[in-house]
């Protein structure tokens, strides 16, 4: 507790780190997967095949993966980015392909006859998606995003491989600082302190999302 009370502003300031990685990359990745989510059910076989491709490619790649390709890659091309924004973007780009799938899935739950009597009612095809079909695919949706919300902030852990000072990355300094200056091994306390934390923030989505799926069942 004495070395706790002496290190909370700096756990403080990488938890406060961790939740605003992590909402920023919700509210990215909300915008963007409905977006590439629309577009996969496009009938523009190119418009469809490249949302598709975005989705399974960043999907498919290892988050750690996707970290190190924008942490490395984009100053190959001159755009130089601190550790919290490409962890900003990497995991925004795997969150929004999982939330397009989803999204995708469903558009394509809704019966297509909604689709063809909003078409004969006089609606555009952007004014059917946004008032009839996208109203109802959110409620169907809404609780497999709330889940991988909870998995989102359990990945912001990862960011700490490319330099990002997070909880974890607050945790394991004061692990080393302690350590190396009073010869104390404070390592599995502050390990269990990093779970419980996570663990507060993950479970109540968790629940949430049980809920909300049980209430639209």
Known sequence: MEVLSRNLDFLLDGLINTILLS?????I?????????????NKNRLIKLLSRGYAELFRGLPIVITLFLVFFLLPEFGVNVNSYISAMIALSLWSSANISVAVRGAIQSIPPTQMEASLAL??????TMRYVILPQ?????LPSVIGLMSNLVQSTSLSVLIGNLDFLKSAQLIIERVELMEGLSIATQMYMLVLAVYFI?????????KRVERIYR
Do not use: E
């Open 23 to 27: 909402l920023s990359c919700i509210g």
């Open 29 to 41: 990745a909300l915008v963007v997967g409905i977006v590439i989510g629309v577009l996969q059910t």
């Open 122 to 127: 006089g609606l555009s095809s952007y004014q």
């Open 137 to 141: 695919a959110v409620r169907r949706m």
């Open 201 to 209: 923030i993950c479970y109540p989505l968790s629940i949430l999302a």
